[in-house]
């Protein structure tokens, strides 16, 4: 079993910058895809971000040269740097794991980010 427990949410201005944090329960790096995903009130939820258990990195369109995923091993800690932010990527972020060819798939509990001014 493994936990993720995401930090970092709030309210920020448009044009502003948050980090985002997901902490998990081990040394799943190496073993697990890691993602990002957003749910905005009436809407899916969307994958925002991934980093690979090799390191590549993938974005959504709507946020490219905005966002930036990053993990530390160390730390056995994701990151989701967002920066220029816009009203439309208010939404509930939650953090995944998923180990592909297992179908072990787990998710925190998410943090609220609202772009307001």
């Known amino acids: 079993q493994v936990q993720l427990v995401e930090s970092g949410g709030g309210l920020v201005q448009p044009g502003g910058s948050l980090r985002l944090s997901c902490a998990a329960s081990?040394?799943?790096?190496?073993?697990?895809?890691m993602n990002w995903f957003r749910q905005a009130p009436g809407k899916q939820r969307e994958l925002v971000a991934s980093?690979?258990?090799?390191?590549?990195?993938n974005y959504a369109d709507s946020v490219k040269g905005r966002f930036t995923i990053s993990r530390d091993s160390a730390k056995n800690t994701l990151y989701l740097q967002m920066n220029s932010l816009k009203p439309e990527d208010t939404a509930v972020y939650y953090c995944?794991?998923?180990?592909?060819?297992?179908?072990?798939?787990?998710w925190g509990q998410g943090t609220q980010v609202t772009v307001s001014s």
């Open positions: 081990g040394s799943i790096f190496s073993m697990y895809a």
């Open positions: 980093i690979l258990s090799g390191g590549n990195t």
């Open positions: 995944n794991a998923f180990r592909p060819g297992t179908g072990r798939n787990y």
